[in-house]
């Protein structure tokens, strides 16, 4: 079964190539380092330390506690992250700097793999979430090199679809060292799969173990001195296509009675920021790009959050927060972030990629969830407006989901401790 997929996985590298052309038309990014996707990256990266590979965005926001404290604990150990998108290298740049080596995970082909592993020589490799890559995999396995699944989940969608796999999969999850399972369902799900029990420990997700640095803290404080607007704000997070017509149609249905309502709305890949402003500007409305970092005035009505790396921030400033990728069937964004600041959140159907999250917001009533439509999105809006304390309540009972769920990281470092102790 391998055999034929890294056959396959050969053989699609053509339409891999022309797939990252196409997609360098909106993100020029994609056009670059492509080496990197083949394992050159000698002299980009220190060797003999901690590989951390968080494939997009998400993943390397959770993973930045689990890096810091890495560097911390490991001081003398070199830390190499690695991504899969232009959108994840930036994020890893902008938040790790030069603390770390950063280079692109080459794909899941052996010549490529080994190469890669010969020039990082890691003692150690986590891999954020589920990327199941077999031939990665398999070559840590070989190479005596053990390798963690951190933080990770499994749905049972994803499960059934593993299962067509027979055998095979069962074979490949026994090469894992480690799994570190969110919750008990996601760990039964990988034993069900053939996963060794005593491969197996269910940690919790680290995406609860975020806190704001004092970096972040400044930044929240200055903007709150340079936007001394005292308006009510709505921010809307990583928006994908589709959603960003049903914001904004419900953000002027909302200025008839909000008139001093402020909406920031944040695209989730910088490719659509163009696209969202076209958007933004014909529908009439007054607005500002973030990137030109001009102060919003009381004429202001939208800011369009065309940056990288500061969505975080920006939360800080919002009275409300609107979670995209759930309007649409993208299947949700991380939702703790606004937990973190104590606003209540509105999330859309569609967050199955944050199920066990999503719930325990839902049941401790820090989250509410609307119907992906304009008319749904504007009544759940107005409601909060209207309602000072529920707004407030709401809040805090998010933050309270994410102080009562926190631990994970603790967990999953005590597991990296058993195989770097005679490693140091």
Known sequence: MQILYTILLYLL?????LRLLWRSLKAPAY???WLERYGFCKNKVKPNGILVHAVSVGETIAAIPLIQALKQQYPHLPITVTTMTPTGSERVKSLLGDSVSHVYLPYDLPCAIHRFLKTVQPKLVIIMETELWPNIISQCHNKNIPLIIANARLSERSANRYR?????ISYLLS??????AQNKQDGER????GLPPDHLTVTGSIKFDIEL???????IATLKQQWPLNRPIFIAASTHNGEDEIILTAFQRLLLKHPDLLLIIVPRHPERFKTVEKLINDCGLNYINRSHNNAPTQQTQVILGDTMGELIELYGIANIAFI????VEHGGHNPLEPALHHIPIISGKHFFNFKVIGE???SAQGMQVCQSSADALYATIDALLNNQHNRQQMGENAYQVLKQNQGALGRLLAIISRYLKNKD
């Open 324 to 327: 995209g990728g759930s309007l």
């Open 213 to 219: 640095t004092e970096q972040q803290q400044q930044k």
């Open 190 to 193: 990988f034993i069900s799969l």
């Open 175 to 180: 090469k894992i060292s480690t799994i570190a």
């Open 164 to 168: 067509k796999l027979g055998s095979a």
């Open 360 to 362: 325990q917001l839902i």
């Open 31 to 33: 056009r670059k380092r």
């Open 13 to 17: 590298q053509p339409f891999v190539w």
